[in-house]
DNA sequence: CACTTGACCTGTCCGC
DNA sequence: TGCGGACAGGTCAAGT
């Protein structure tokens, strides 16, 4: 379940723990998990300068200095810990994950210059990192299709309206989950978005107001922004770079909140299915 | 073409 | 206590 919050938290702590170091070796033995041939890790990986950390929607994009990149997708299970020197000392919170690493989860392990390492965890083999040359990641089929960075400036209400409505007869939050409408939300961020905004997630996007659109744009960037500064959503399985939790699902509104009172109203907050995801929602604040 | 559902996985939780 | 089954949800492929 990492979502663009998450997948920013950790590239941002990538990007303090990683940039500069040399790879030194890399383990690996699972083929859906880095389905890429030993030579060319040797050849493109080995001796490499990590030059840059970068995200796109909900991947991951790691460059090295052989014009190689790690592309990485967590999917929702998938973790990128790394462990520095300090993981022979103590001091680490009671759940943090540094030192307990590799564990049955670890899919991939790398070995940076001076004995620190770099881990790909993930418990369901649904997320993967792959090897390829920079240049060819544009041309990966998801990457062409995924719709705008919702948190950039060039992302306006117009042209979240304009993409919304590509998606008419179906759900509003099936609209919102579609990567090609725009990156990064999942299950998570929409129904606290939709929650914001007063809509129910069954709602037919035909059935909505031009203003309705426009508020859940607002809470949509609203609930991302607030989750990077809580550092991600914990639920489950996710931990940012340092193997910490984030602390976004202190905040939440209604995601797992079923049988809890509605934050805005006192309603208590019911759970059910819409697009084929767990779906909670104030039957009082988003009527269908 | 627009949209929905099932498959991919493994760990956890619930009811019997 | 063990065990089967439902559930978790990001994305793609297959289905309606």
Redesign the pocket.
């Known amino acids: ?3 663009l919050p998450e997948v920013e938290t950790v590239r941002r702590g990538l990007q303090d723990l990683i940039v500069g170091k040399v790879i030194e070796s890399v383990d690996f033995d699972n083929p ?1 998990s880095f389905p890429n041939d030993a030579s060319t890790v040797d050849s493109f990986m080995l001796g490499s300068e990590i030059i840059a950390v970068r995200r796109r ?3 991951l994009m790691i460059d090295l200095s052989t014009k190689y990149s790690l592309m990485i ?5 998938g973790q990128m810990v790394y462990e520095g020197a300090s993981r022979f000392g103590a001091g680490h919170p009671s759940d943090s994950l540094i030192g307990k690493l590799p564990d ?2 670890t899919r991939v392990s790398i070995g940076i210059a001076g004995g620190d390492k770099l881990f790909f965890n993930d ?4 997320g993967w990192m792959r090897l390829l040359p920079t240049l060819e990641i544009p041309e ?3 990457m062409k ?2 719709g705008p960075e919702p948190l950039e400036d060039s992302f306006t209400p117009d042209i979240f309206l304009e993409r919304v409505k ?6 509003i939050k ?2 919102i ?4 409408v725009l ?6 961020y ?2 606290e978005a939709l929650w914001g905004a007063k809509i129910y997630p069954g709602r ?3 059935s909505l107001s031009d203003e309705e659109i426009k508020l859940l744009y607002d809470e949509i960037r609203y609930v991302m922004n607030k989750s990077i500064d809580e550092g991600g959503s914990s ?2 399985t996710y931990v940012n770079a340092k193997g910490e939790r984030g602390s976004y699902m202190d905040f939440a509104r209604v ?2 909140r079923q049988g809890q009172p509605c934050k805005r109203c006192g309603s208590i907050i019911e ?1 059910t ?1 819409v ?4 779906t909670h929602f104030c039957p009082i604040c988003q009527l269908p």
């Not at 997708?73 to 299970?77: A, P, R, Y």
């Not at 697009?275 to 767990?278: S, V």
Request: proline content about 2%; overall charge positive; charged content about 30%.
């Open positions: 379940m990492p979502e859906k929607a909900k991947v997708h967590l999917k929702m299970t049955r989860s418990q369901r083999k649904f990966v089929a998801f299709k995924v590509k998606r008419l007869r179906s759900s099936a609209a989950l579609d990567q090609s990156a990064g939300v999942g299950n998570i929409a129904d037919v996007v035909a639920n489950s995601f797992r759970k299915r697009a084929a995801r767990g």
